[in-house]
Nanobody
Framework: QVRLVESGGDSVQPGGSLKLSCTGS????????VAWFRQAPGKEREGVAC????????HYPDSVDGRFTISRDTAANAVYLRMNSLKPEDTAMYYC??????????????????WGQGTQVTVSS
């Protein structure tokens, strides 16, 4: 089992960038696929990215429109989400999640077991 902690959320203006971090506070994220989800008020939690154990494969839904990049740093026991050209509709609580397997499953909440507590991203002018 791994315990996950997110950081890096902030308030930014439209068009700005943020880099979120997900680390394993207990255990390591290096042996698991890791996904990022977000949830805005009144909305369902939606997946925005996933990276495989190897870090070679990554997956994104159409909703991020090529603006997000997920990456690994195994030495740092971390998975990052780089978000560029942020829009007000990106405002949400962002969570990282993992599951005991090798490759990324479909980006559905039910497919992930381990969750962090979230970090807030707010995009407004």
């Amino acid at each position: 089992q791994v315990r996950l902690v997110e950081s890096g959320g902030d308030s930014v203006q439209p068009g700005g960038s943020l880099k979120l971090s997900c680390t394993g506070s207990t255990g390591t994220v290096n042996g698991y696929p890791v996904a990022w989800f977000r949830q805005a008020p009144g909305k369902e939690r939606e997946g925005v990215a996933c990276i495989s154990v190897s870090g070679v494969e990554s997956h994104y839904p159409d909703s991020v429109d090529g603006r997000f990049t997920i990456s690994r740093d195994t030495a740092a026991n971390a998975v990052y989400l780089r978000m560029n050209s942020l829009k007000p509709e990106d405002t949400a609580m962002y969570y990282c999640a993992s599951v005991y397997r090798y490759a990324c499953p479909d980006l559905k909440v039910a497919n992930f077991e381990y969750w962090g507590q979230g970090t807030q991203v707010t995009v407004s002018s």
